[in-house]
């Protein structure tokens, strides 16, 4: 049990990542406050698996999207349960598109929600940190897309760089406050978001072609890591980015 007494945040957490992470932070011993879009029955879902294992936990709907849901979940999760010790910022979209005729709505959209959303909800959750004075950790979702390219998702690994980057920036910011800030880059896990993309056979079986370890990956091959990176087992790790894809990026030639 690696987070027993702390407090976990996990933004986008109806689904796939996200909800694997809030169910296993609860299995570690953590109450859990969780954000979602509009997925109501999924996250009620998510809370009734962490009630089940005698955790508490709250869903709170917001659009990542918006600035303003950034310090309304981190402040209705603290009145709920006491404090925040840890924030996963893992809410995302890839709407795959091609580049040329990339609709300047899916741009900002994606924009707006991979890439700002994360830079408020980690604002929001280091200063109620802060607040507490005790440090935290803070793990965002980035991807393997930070280090290679997608034809169709133009709009998409720039987001995916930038939040690896964001945790860099803020290990800094933050590392005098004990605040650890790290990501973890996914390589192609099996969730909703990519449910159509690899509904292609083809697709799908070249993709897994590529990666040593012989399958593609499951939200709780993510989870594990994430919860190592939240937990004390970490306490001198910030600043740093977990690939976690099976071998994929490595496997060139
Ligand atoms: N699956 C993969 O292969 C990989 C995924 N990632 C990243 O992992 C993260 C999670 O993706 P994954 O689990 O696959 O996706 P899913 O589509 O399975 O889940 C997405 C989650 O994010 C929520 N969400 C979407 N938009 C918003 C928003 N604007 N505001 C709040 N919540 C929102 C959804 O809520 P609701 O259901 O209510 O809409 C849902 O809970 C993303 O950041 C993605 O980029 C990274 C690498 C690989
Ligand atoms: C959604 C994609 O399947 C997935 O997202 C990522 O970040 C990975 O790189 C995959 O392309």
């Known amino acids: 049990m690696l987070l027993v007494g702390k407090t976990v945040?996990?933004?986008g957490a109806s689904a796939g990542i996200g909800r694997a992470t809030?169910?296993?932070?609860a299995r570690h011993g953590a109450d859990v406050a969780i954000n979602f879009l509009g997925s109501e029955d999924e996250a009620a879902s998510c809370v009734?698996?962490?009630t089940a294992l005698g955790r508490k936990a709250i869903a709170v709907a917001g659009d990542v999207a918006d600035p303003a849901t950034a310090s309304d979940f981190v402040t209705r999760a603290a009145e709920a349960l006491g404090r925040v010790d840890v924030f996963v910022n893992n809410a995302g979209i890839c709407p795959f598109h091609a580049f040329l005729d990339m609709p300047v709505e899916t741009f900002e959209r994606t924009m707006r929600v991979n890439l700002h959303g994360a830079y408020f909800m980690v604002q929001a959750a280091a200063n109620q940190m802060m607040r507490q004075g005790q440090g935290g950790?803070?793990?965002?979702?980035s991807s393997i897309s930070a280090l290679v390219g997608g034809e169709y998702q133009t709009?998409?690994?720039p987001t995916k760089a930038g939040v690896h980057s964001l945790m860099q920036s803020t290990a800094i910011a933050l590392g005098r406050h004990g605040i650890r800030c790290n990501s973890?880059?996914?390589?192609?896990i099996l969730t909703d978001i990519n449910?159509?993309?690899?509904?292609?056979?083809?697709?799908?079986?070249?993709m897994a072609q590529r990666i040593p370890l012989g399958r593609l990956g499951e939200p709780d091959d993510i989870a594990g890591p994430i919860v190592f990176l939240a937990s004390d087992l970490a306490r001198y790790v910030t600043g740093a980015a977990l690939l976690v894809d099976g071998g994929a990026f490595v496997n060139l030639q």
């Open 184 to 188: 973890v880059l996914p390589g192609t």
């Open 155 to 157: 709009h998409y690994t």
């Open 48 to 50: 009734a698996a962490i």
């Open 22 to 25: 809030a169910i296993a932070a």
């Open 137 to 141: 950790a803070i793990v965002a979702v």
């Open 9 to 11: 945040l996990v933004t």
């Open 195 to 206: 449910k159509e993309d690899l509904a292609d056979p083809e697709k799908r079986a070249r």
